[in-house]
T-cell receptor
Framework: AQKVTQAQTEISVVEKEDVTLDCVYE???????LFWYKQPPSGELVFLIR??????QNEISGRYSWNFQKSTSSFNFTITASQVVDSAVYFC??????????FGSGTKLNVKP | DTAVSQTPKYLVTQMGNDKSIKCEQN?????MYWYKQDSKKFLKIMFS???????INETVPNRFSPKSPDKAHLNLHINSLELGDSAVYFC???????????????FGPGTRLTVL
């Protein structure tokens, strides 16, 4: 079974639309961390956010927001008023134990002008 | 200053050759990693070193050998390159040490390896 599932392979939106990228994880640990990374067309992997399992408070950073729900094992990422520069592949990741790090398969977001 | 750097950025070579990719981090982190990203963008961890010691060695052909001369460097040597080795290889580092939980990983820019 996959540790991190990103069911949306590719999403296309028009600029200024809101978009939510889904992430579902699986772990038996009580302490774990969740991450989102962005990979723009240039190819580098950019860290966006890290949350620990004890902090379910939602987080907002500018147009980005994250919704962490342990009850559904989800850590969804919403971009408000999307822009063309948001076009990228977004990866959700889980870490558990000592240096166990699992990436989802990524969601490619296309934002059209 | 670049936090995690890799050289070369692009590597094109013939099947059967041996090649190395170098990685350096100036973040003072204890742990370094190598990942392989295939053409479908799937990221898979290959190796992890903590303070120069190997701690993760996933199922990777033994043609791949990591070497960590010090905790700021983790190089990847690949023997007898095959067509299927073509991918983007990412180096990463994190401040994890001892028995601490995994911290955020910071990635290098990637090395695109093409085997002809």
């Amino acid at each position: 079974a996959q540790k991190v599932t990103q069911a949306q392979t590719e999403i296309s939106v028009v600029e200024k639309e809101d978009v939510t990228l889904d992430c579902v994880y699986e772990t038996r640990d009580t302490t774990y961390y969740l991450f989102w990374y962005k990979q723009p067309p240039s190819g580098e992997l950019v860290f966006l956010i890290r949350r620990n399992s004890f902090d379910e408070q939602n987080e907002i950073s500018g147009r980005y927001s994250w919704n962490f729900q342990k009850s559904t094992s989800s850590f969804n990422f919403t971009i408000t008023a999307s822009q063309v520069v948001d076009s990228a592949v977004y990866f959700c990741a889980l870490s558990e134990g000592f240096n166990k790090f699992y990436f989802g398969s990524g969601t490619k977001l296309n934002v059209k002008p | 200053d670049t936090a995690v750097s890799q050289t070369p950025k692009y590597l094109v070579t013939q099947m059967g050759n041996d090649k190395s990719i170098k990685c350096e981090q100036n973040l003072g982190h204890d742990t370094m990693y190598w990942y392989k990203q295939d053409s479908k963008k799937f990221l898979k961890i290959m190796f992890s070193y903590n303070n120069k010691e190997l701690i993760i060695n996933e199922t990777v052909p033994n043609r791949f050998s990591p070497k960590s001369p010090d905790k700021a460097h983790l190089n990847l040597h690949i023997n007898s390159l095959e067509l299927g080795d073509s991918a983007v290889y990412f180096c990463a580092s994190s401040p994890t040490s001892g028995g601490a939980r995994t911290d955020t990983q910071y990635f290098g820019p990637g090395t695109r390896l093409t085997v002809l």
